[in-house]
Nanobody
């Protein structure tokens, strides 16, 4: 059974960093584009970053482009979201999603989701 598991969430102060991981089981994550999403309380889920396996291109929501970095660890079948200079407005549950193809065609529409990991930015 195809499975995605997120980890690395937590609570940090503004300006801090977190590293989220999305680990795949029972399929090769390198064959697909993978995106990170987040959903804050009372808000819709939004795409944050996407990694296209086709050409290793990366895409970011404008408000995180200079602070977040999406990358892959092929050996661990994992996609990573490094988040720096975190702000209170980054507080949300973060989810990774596998796209059906190898490119990050908008809107990023995963066919498989992880269960999410919570990120809280607060002083």
């Amino acid at each position: 059974q195809l499975q995605l598991v997120e980890s690395g969430g937590g609570s940090v102060q503004p300006g801090g960093s977190l590293r989220l991981s999305c680990t795949a089981s029972n399929f090769n994550l390198a064959e697909y584009a993978v995106a990170w999403f987040r959903q804050a309380p009372g808000k819709e889920r939004e795409g944050v970053a996407c990694f296209a396996s086709f050409d290793n291109a990366t895409y970011y929501k404008s408000t995180v482009r200079d602070r977040f970095r999406i990358s892959r660890d092929y050996a661990k079948n994992m996609v990573i979201l490094q988040m720096n200079s975190l702000k209170p407005e980054d507080t949300a549950s973060y989810y990774c999603g596998k796209l059906s193809g190898s490119m990050c065609w908008p809107p990023w529409s995963p066919d498989s989701w992880g269960q999410g990991t919570q990120v809280i930015i607060s002083s």
